[in-house]
């Protein structure tokens, strides 16, 4: 740790750095008190979603070493085990010297002057500030900098503080979270602030809570910012107001469950289980990946789900499990975009065990609790979504049948905000169709009608479309010819994985598996046990 601690002051010079000097940036100092992940995490949207904007330095809170070498070694067993199956190796466990190494290296790629200190109040700190100028501090998780450092930016800061500080202390205390963003005084300005409260649901975990809270003081701290540095100071704290209102859930009243509709199976019994964890760890299982390994021809498997939320539905899986489940997927298997899968299938070459995660429907609560945990983890994703439910931003009609009610859809503002290099979004019919009909005009219209709605309001191409239901008789021939003809490759929810084809082969209805929301299962089900 200490020899990072010492390196993190470096910044490299280069050809890059000198053309970004020529240019006008609104200059930003980030001083931290989150993990790295997180300070990296808002470091990136700071660079993707504010082109005028330039980090001139980030102070980061010197991290806690982790010290369970007890869980440490069980895990490294495991990961061993697993390894041998998969005949690919597994990631190894971030660690807090680990997750600061990698922001290290994002840093010098990025060209961020970065120092770690174990408190801001010290020397290092404050000439680190003096030779790195900004016009605006950004003060992450109420950080105190010495008085005489302020008049350092013409700006002044930004202070953003969680309350409670400790997320657990939520549900005792008054059931919700606040996020406040708070400005210190500026020439011609009064302070003023922005705040949002984020209600704890039944199923949040302090986990859960303080990646959400995260997100949403992320989100309203990016708003402020653009509006310092297009020179509307005084008028930040509304515009930041006036898009929490129109972006944010509004945490409707839902019904919960409805009587004898009980929450998707996730989990096979425990004697079916030993059976397919016997036939997991196989010679057969484990020749089959090696051989896969030799020749690069691992399958891809393609996830669906349809909504996190802590709010209970019956198509939802909490926040927490989802953390949970992607975490096991970056351990062990590659996750990447459903664009780059289709480019490695088409090239017929697959070189380690690879998964892609899609989500259907696209209900509004992803919106904060599936976009915090990709963003948390980063990984990618890809969306299908109905437009004509977006457009009227409705509740589905197959919800609505169960006594489902409080779910609506995510709308096309929030689709816009969300769409970046790792979002893509696909067509899942016009208004969610059932497309085991044979009328050719209504097929035109709900296929290929959609992918050009969409196209209009997210101004990028759409190239993926999956069938609702996704079974058989919700496919006629006549809607697997539109589709397959229409768009680069369709899904069907009938599992199975993907094996590499050659280049150039016709676009066909391709399989998806359900992401179960337990590790021992979803590991069987990506393995494909019994598939066959």
Same mark, same amino acid.
């Given at each position: ?351 380690? *065990?690879?998964?892609?995660? %899609?989500?259907?429907? &696209?209900?509004?609560?992803? +919106? @904060?609790?599936?976009? #915090? ?126 094996? *590499?084809?050659?280049?150039? %082969?016709?676009?066909? &209805?391709?399989?998806?598996? +359900? @992401?179960?929301?337990? #590790? ?13």
């Amino acid at each position: 740790m200490s020899e990072l601690i010492n390196r993190a002051g470096f910044t490299a010079d280069g050809d890059s750095r000198a053309d970004r000097r020529q240019t006008p940036f609104y200059r930003l100092l980030l001083v931290s008190n989150r993990n790295p992940i997180s300070t990296c995490n808002l470091a990136k949207r700071i660079d993707r979603q504010l082109s005028g904007a330039k980090i001139s330095g980030i102070i980061l809170k010197a991290p806690r070493a982790d010290t369970r070498w007890l869980r440490i070694l069980l895990q490294r067993a495991i990961d061993l085990v697993i390894g041998i199956v998969h005949a690919s190796p597994a990631k190894p466990e971030g660690t807090a010297e680990s997750e600061l190494a990698d922001f290290l290296q994002e840093c010098h790629r990025r060209d961020w002057p970065l120092i770690v200190q174990e408190d801001f109040v010290t020397p290092e700190a404050s000439a680190f500030m003096q030779n790195h100028p900004a016009d605006l501090a950004l003060l992450i998780g109420a950080p105190h900098l010495p008085a005489d450092v302020l008049p350092l930016f013409p700006h002044g800061s930004l202070l953003v503080e969680i309350t409670p500080l400790s997320p657990d202390a939520a549900t005792a205390a008054s059931g919700e979270v606040c996020i406040t963003i708070q400005s210190t005084q500026v020439a011609n300005a009064s302070p003023s602030s922005v705040s949002a409260r984020l209600p704890v649901q039944p199923r949040d975990t302090p986990r859960t809570i303080a990646l959400k809270a995260e997100l949403i003081s992320n989100d309203l701290l990016l708003q402020m910012v653009s509006s310092y540095s297009t020179g509307n100071i005084d008028r930040a704290p509304e515009e930041a107001n006036a898009w929490q209102k129109r972006m944010l859930p509004q945490h409707r009243p839902s019904t919960g469950c409805p009587p004898g509709h009980s929450e998707i199976a996730t989990t096979r019994p425990l004697w079916k289980m030993c059976l397919h964890t016997l036939a997991l760890v196989s010679p057969y299982v484990i020749l089959r990946n090696w051989y896969r390994r030799a020749r690069g021809q691992f399958p891809v498997v393609v996830l669906f789900h349809h909504l996190v939320s802590d709010r209970p539905h019956r198509m939802g899986m909490p926040t927490e499990t989802f953390l949970r489940q992607v975490q096991f997927l970056q351990r062990y298997y590659r996750v990447i975009s459903l664009s780059e899968a289709l480019k490695e299938l088409r090239a017929g070459s697959v070189k380690a *065990p690879t998964v892609v995660l %899609t989500f259907d429907d &696209v209900y509004e609560d992803n +919106f @904060l609790c599936l976009r #915090a945990i990709l963003e948390q983890t980063g990984v990618p994703a890809t969306l299908f979504i109905c437009p004509e439910i977006v457009t009227g931003h409705k509740e589905f009609q197959h919800d609505q049948e169960d006594g489902q009610t409080g779910f609506p859809s995510l709308g096309w503002e929030q689709a816009r905000y969300w769409q970046s290099e790792t979002i893509e979004f696909g067509s899942h019919t016009r208004s969610h169709f059932d497309c085991g009909s044979s009328v050719r005009p209504t097929l035109e219209e709900e296929i290929v009608g959609s992918r050009n709605e969409i196209e209009s309001h997210m101004g990028k191409p759409v190239r993926f479309f999956a069938f609702p239901w996704g079974k058989s008789a919700s496919m006629s021939s006549a809607a697997k010819e539109i589709a397959t003809s229409a768009y680069e490759c369709c899904f069907s929810t009938m599992e199975h994985e993907i094996l *590499p084809m050659q280049q150039g %082969t016709k676009s066909t &209805v391709s399989g998806r598996k +359900f @992401l179960v929301a337990n #590790a021992w299962n979803l590991e069987v089900d990506l393995q494909s046990v019994f598939e066959r």
